[in-house]
């Protein structure tokens, strides 16, 4: 296991429960190391030695409310959907028969 | 009541997550303690839709404690008995009337609605609470609460799959968008929560099938309605390659007029309320597992219908390709559900980057503070389905202390 740590499979299902158990960790760093994502030590450093900028940072806009909506790039977003493989990718998520170029039924919207 | 002196104070940290934690005390019945609310802000302490919240929480429980420090850091809340809007406690006609002032207008009518429906299937008796106010709005809002329309077409069906289902209603009575600075919302909406339960039922969803159906609802408060008309058409011609079956209804209503705030002249006056649009869109697949989207008009304006509709369209997209039977923003209410049902292990399958969120994984940590109880997390199946994690969570097994007798 120690040889593998340094190239974990990202989001083991096991590993996320492990990290959710230590509770040093917020969740943000949680998903991070889950994910992970190169979790670079200094930051951590960083906080322990210049706690007043850290905490202005907790607060920071993005971090501070609890959403609903999580919060998207929509021009990335367009870029991904606008992408035929992204569309077909997605399409078997999708229950679409024969009915593929049925697309005009709903005119009566305008 | 006398054991629960006895019972010592779970301890929280931090202004994030208040409602789910508020909920669960309330739930299981143990009292918490939160410090450190935003105490290196700017505006330390509560904010003032935070404490309407607990105000509208202590309307419809009896017998709650809440204590403030001096600066609004700290919270003591030692929870009651959830009536709900039981005659003689608050309710009057069976209706509790909530006000949500100008000064919370910062959240969407959503951010009560969600935590208070949470409650209701608990409650003694049935809920019925009208919310109504400056501060109200059923929009979805920059600060990222659905639309009350979300609420209703994607919210509120999920308690079906837990035995959840009679006599449950949302009407909005008036709409409103997100007002400008200093300006009031005044919309209305009534949760009507008929249906109490002992127990909900266990949950088992593995299946999130394919989606067959897309709906929405587009509406324009005060403002032209050929705004609906423009974001549905650029929505459907996003979504229409995908899915045939997809329908937006149009709502065009007046500006909601909220009186006595006219004008020096006229003081008894009505003034017009917040105006704006947006598009909420909820897709459904062949196994009822719903998905969300929505955007509104932000309070400054300056975007297009077409924007709109376009990036609703591709934020459901988004969530659909997310994966997993619940989407991001209705986790929160399955896995809280799941937690308070019988004893028993209910599993739901959730996409990676859904219960990668920190709210999710906040949320596990602190169900396990109240039930006591880890989640438990396995990848489904084959290796091929690797993005989607099944979630087991063991249901608390007390339930509804109203309701001994179902």
Not at chain 1, 58 to 76: G, H, K, Q, S, T
Request: glycine share 10%; proline share 4%.
């Amino acid at each position: 296991a120690a040889k593998m740590h340094g190239r974990k499979r990202a989001y083991q299902p096991a590993d996320l429960a492990k990290l959710m158990e230590n509770l040093e960790l917020s969740p943000a760093e949680v998903l991070k190391e889950w994910r992970g994502e190169e979790d670079d030590a200094d930051e951590v450093d960083d906080e322990d030695e210049d706690d007043f900028f850290n905490k202005s940072k907790v607060d920071d806009a993005a971090n501070a409310e609890d959403r609903y909506i999580p919060l998207f790039d929509y021009a990335a977003l367009e870029e991904k959907w606008e992408d035929d493989e992204n569309i077909e990718a997605l399409k078997s998520r999708f229950a679409v028969g024969h009915m593929d170029g049925k697309g005009g039924d709903g005119d009566d919207d305008d | 009541m006398a054991d629960e002196t006895v019972q010592p104070l779970l301890q929280f940290e931090g202004h994030r997550h208040l409602t789910t934690r508020l909920l669960l005390s309330t739930l299981t019945g143990r009292p918490i303690r939160i410090s450190k609310i935003r105490p290196s802000s700017t505006r330390p302490g509560l904010t003032p839709y935070e404490t309407n919240f607990i105000r509208l929480l202590d309307s419809v429980t009896n017998g709650a404690q809440i204590q403030f420090s001096m600066t609004g850091t700290t919270l003591v809340y030692r929870p009651g008995l959830i009536t709900g809007s039981a005659e003689g406690l608050g309710a009057m006609g069976g209706v509790i009337r909530h006000e949500i002032p100008r000064e919370c207008s910062r959240r969407g009518a959503s951010w009560w609605l969600i935590p208070l429906a949470l409650l209701a299937p608990f409650a003694k008796d049935k809920l019925n609470v009208v919310l109504h106010g400056e501060g109200c709005i059923t929009s979805s809002t920059p600060a990222g609460d659905i639309s009350v329309d979300s609420v209703r077409t994607a919210i509120l069906p999920l308690y079906k799959s837990f035995g959840i289902e009679r006599n449950i209603e949302l009407r909005v009575l008036k709409r409103s968008c997100v007002p400008a600075q200093g300006k009031s919302a005044g919309g209305e909406v009534q949760l009507v929560f008929g249906h109490q339960v002992r127990l909900p039922k266990t949950l088992h969803v593995m299946n999130k099938g394919r989606v067959k159906k897309i709906r929405g609802v587009a509406y324009a408060v005060g403002v032209s309605g050929s705004n609906n008309a423009r974001m549905i058409e650029t929505a459907r011609g996003v979504l229409n390659k995908f899915v045939p079956d997809t329908y937006i209804f149009s709502d065009v209503s007046k500006a909601p007029l909220i009186s006595g705030m006219g004008s020096k002249s006229d003081p008894n006056g009505k003034t017009k309320g917040a105006v704006g649009f947006g598009l909420s869109l909820v897709a459904e697949s062949s196994t009822d597992c719903i998905y969300s989207a929505d955007v509104a008009s932000p309070p400054q304006g300056g975007v297009t219908p077409e924007d709109l509709g376009k990036q609703c369209a591709y934020q459901l997209l988004e969530k659909i390709s997310a994966g997993g039977c619940v989407e991001v923003t209705s986790a929160t209410t399955v896995l809280l559900l799941m937690a308070m049902g019988s004893e028993d292990v209910g599993r739901v399958c959730l996409g990676r980057d859904v219960l990668g969120t920190e709210e999710v994984v906040q949320l596990g940590r602190d169900v396990k503070v109240f039930t006591g109880a880890a989640w438990g997390f396995r990848s489904k199946g084959t290796a091929d389905a690797e993005d989607e994690i099944v979630v087991s969570v063991v249901g608390r097994g007390v339930g509804n202390v109203g309701r001994k007798v179902a």
